[in-house]
């Protein structure tokens, strides 16, 4: 445990290193990015030590993973992220654990969101998802709502009860305008979040960048990256 809570501390401190270097290169406050570790794969002793070393934000994208190591680590300090794409029939487990739901992407996750959260007693913030390789309607590859459907759907949850809209969130497509393109396809989530700001001022929250290219993603004014591999290792494939 000491070897691997030994790495844990080298790793972050890696990406550590590189946010403030990110953030000092685009006249940012460090305080300003708030660093996600993605833990998915990775058991309850990772969280753990994650928890020791500091780390207060952790995600996760599948429900049968996340609900048992949520459970496992519910004494720790942490706000949970589900960052994965999400079934309506997880709806209810995923509102169990899940402080925030980034994967906002179509009035019926809306809908079923708000009705257990509701019943749970608890508000759920949530970051629509936007999909840069949609074009301006349909859903992009790897989900996500087009640009063009951001306003309708940041009104469904702000007017949704147990919902809370905090911002808009999105994944360096890998089709279309954008590809090979990160920092400009965080540049224009940007400009969406702006306008969004507009109509919804509460919704600051720009989640943007992974381990592979979070320094574009500082530089474009992301106030969230994801950050999974960088810290806890290369995952193995999952069968």
Known sequence: ??????????????????????????????????????????????VRILAELGVRHVAENRDQDAAPKAAECADLPLTWHFVGQLQTNKVRSVVGYADLVQSVDRSRLVTAL???????????????????????????ERGGVAPGGIEELADRVAAAE????????????????????????????????????GSHPAANMV?????????????AGATHVRVGSAVLGVRARLG
């Open 162 to 197: 147990g919902l809370r809209l905090a911002g808009l969130m999105t994944v360096a497509p890998l089709t279309g305008e954008y590809a090979g393109r990160e920092r400009a396809a965080f540049e224009r989530l940007m400009d969406l979040s702006t306008h969004l700001r």
């Open 1 to 46: 445990m000491t070897d691997r809570k030994d790495e844990l501390a080298a790793n972050l401190a890696k990406v550590e290193e590189r946010i403030a270097a990110a953030c000092a290169a685009a006249g940012r406050r460090r305080e300003e990015v708030t660093l996600i570790v993605v833990t998915k794969t990775y058991p309850a002793s990772d």
């Open 114 to 140: 708000s009705k257990e959260a509701v019943r749970a007693g608890r508000e759920i913030g949530c970051l629509i998802q936007v999909a840069l390789d949609a074009g301006e309607s349909g859903r992009g």
């Open 207 to 219: 989640s943007a960048g992974m381990s592979a290219d979070l320094e574009q993603a500082v530089a």
